[in-house]
């Protein structure tokens, strides 16, 4: 139940508090006083998304908050405590609505996301008004309404469920299918490339091992030459390096008679012959090695080549060769087994169909039987609201298949969705001689309101919000109707939180408490007020309301009378 709103910053809402308590509330004002505002700083609280054009001029951050008592043993409770919200004190829902648009909410003191909000929110409050009109012409909320009357709920989510569990099988045998049909053609294509691929025997890095032994074909003669006359330079022509050396060490080795410091140095030389010796001697090797084969220079040339065709068709190097080898091979395999698949896969689709099926046949069943009782009911409450000639039949008729419709999806020619294999659209005839038709085709503003009045009352009993505010309830009606429509809010409000906006004394009488909205101007800036009635000061509420500015006695003598018979 909402205790308390808090409103600041907001639209033309400088600093406003408002208390609530159970039973009917009524709130009344001028036409533009705000009360739209106030719905709408309601609407953000349950959830809605924010606009920074709502924030007042002149301020940087609108501030909106809401105080709700919860009932320990409810749904609200128990989707705060598996979020570890701490309900003891009940339940408080911040927002602030920042000019920069970098909104933030709250709750219980704790930052939330929209999310959480809205399914915190969803068995809280609902607001009725034109939003709900319009919901009325609707043919999918009617079959909502259906459900939710004949406690339907349970057996529709399994269909919901059984639904959700068929649409990606069915789109996985699709494409297991799409893969079949071009499967000929497929396999012929990773054949070939399994078979170019392997046939050239590939190893990592021979491309870059090709190319050396290309350089070095193709330069034998250069290489032979360096390497030779190096060799000969270190070794072998008259006063070689190493001779030179040799010479070196043999004064040292006298030297070291004398100064035996010296022996380190001359050792040192002899070390260093020896490694001259060592690196002629792989000069002389590498020189054994080199070719000058025209034949073996084509053939890496050629090897080289193919290489490189292979790089170019499957990824730019080798390693990415191999790699597409690889995947080429996991397809191939995939491909043998997608016949099991399919075959797996329509099994599955079987099951879950028939279950489907069997759910689905059931809630249709129970939805023919629940239409006839809550279109009695209707009937009688519209009789409460001054349409007693009116007819109202709920008309369920199965959902047909077209060209799209999924075989595994349909049943005796009916299409199955997530809500079932019905559809439904309220029928109505408001008078007499005239035949049943849509309610959207026909139906008139003061009508609809009465529908949406009659519908509410009865699923009073079998809603789970506790609070239920109306906008806009007396639209198109007046004189004897609202004050039914007055006594009908007044019954509601033995089942829930009644809050009524509207501009009827005939409705207003029958609030429990009663708030005006009045709006005015200070310092050059509009401010929006909301004030409790007393006694004496509802009695010039309604009388205002009954005659407009002007206020006599004998306006404010029916306004008495009217409190006075509610």
Request: charged share 30%.
């Amino acid at each position: 139940m909402l205790r308390e709103l808090f409103i600041k910053n907001f639209a033309i809402i400088d600093d406003l508090r408002i208390c609530f308590s159970e039973g009917l509330t009524i709130l009344s004002g001028e036409t533009g006083a705000g009360k739209s505002i106030i719905i709408h700083a309601v609407n953000l609280l349950l959830g809605s998304r924010a606009d920074s054009g709502s924030v007042r001029t002149g301020a940087e951050t609108a501030e909106l908050e809401a105080s709700f008592q919860v009932s320990p043993d409810s749904r609200v409770a128990e989707i705060l405590k598996d979020n570890n919200y701490d309900i003891s004190e009940g339940l408080v829902i911040r927002r602030l609505i920042s000019r920069n648009d970098r909104h933030r909410a709250y709750v219980n003191g704790r930052i939330a996301t929209i999310k959480m909000i809205n399914s915190i929110t969803e068995n809280l409050a609902s607001i009725s008004g034109q939003h709900a009109h319009q919901l009325l012409l609707k043919e999918d909320q009617h079959l909502m309404i259906l459900d939710q009357f004949g406690g339907l709920m349970p057996t529709r989510e399994k269909v919901r469920t059984c639904y959700q569990e068929i649409l990606p099988l069915i789109q996985k045998l699709n494409d297991l299918k799409t893969v079949r049909d071009r499967q000929t053609q497929q396999i012929d294509m990773l054949e070939f490339q399994r078979k170019d691929i392997l046939d050239e025997c590939v190893i990592i890095g021979e491309d870059a091992a090709l190319e050396r032994e290309k350089a070095i074909l193709k330069n034998g003669e250069t290489l032979y030459q360096a390497v030779y006359s190096g060799i000969e330079e270190l070794y072998n022509t008259q006063n070689a390096i190493v001779e030179r050396l040799m010479e070196v060490k043999k004064r040292l080795d006298k030297a070291c008679e004398i100064d035996p410091e010296l022996c380190s140095k001359a050792k040192e030389i002899a070390d260093t012959t020896f490694q001259i010796e060592d690196i002629v001697e792989g000069l002389r090797t590498y020189l054994s090695n080199i070719q000058i084969d025209e034949k073996r220079t084509d053939e890496v040339e050629e090897r080289l080549g193919t290489l490189q065709r292979l790089k170019r068709r499957y990824g730019g190097s080798l390693e990415a060769v191999l790699s597409h080898l690889e995947s080429v091979e996991d397809e191939l395999a995939g491909i043998e087994n997608i016949s099991g698949e399919i075959s797996e896969t329509e099994k599955r689709l079987s099951k879950l169909k028939s279950r489907l099926i069997h759910v689905a046949e059931e809630l249709s069943e129970k939805r023919r039987h629940i239409a006839e009782i809550l279109s009695e009911k209707v009937e009688k409450e519209l009789s409460t609201l001054k349409m007693s000639q009116t007819k109202f039949k709920i008309q369920l008729q199965h959902i047909p298949i077209n060209e799209s419709t999924e075989p595994y999806l349909m049943t005796d020619g009916n299409a199955l969705g997530e809500t079932g294999m019905d559809r439904t659209t309220f029928l109505i005839a408001p008078n007499i001689g005239e035949s049943l038709k849509p309610l959207a085709r026909i139906a008139s503003g003061g009508e609809l309101s009465r529908v949406v009045l009659a519908l509410k009352a009865i699923l009073a009993q079998t809603e789970s919000v506790e609070t239920v505010i109306f906008d806009e309830v007396d639209a198109g009606i007046g004189g004897s109707t609202a004050e039914v429509v007055g006594r009908k809010l007044s019954s509601l409000a033995d089942y829930h939180q009644v809050i009524c906006i509207t501009h009827l004394p005939q409705i207003a009488k029958f609030g429990d408490r009663h708030f005006k909205i009045s709006k005015h101007v200070s310092d050059g800036r509009t401010l929006t007020t909301i004030d409790p009635l007393d006694e004496k000061d509802r009695v010039r509420e309604i009388a205002r309301m009954l005659g407009g500015a002007k206020m006599t006695q004998v306006t404010l003598d029916h306004a008495t009378e009217m409190l006075q018979e509610k």
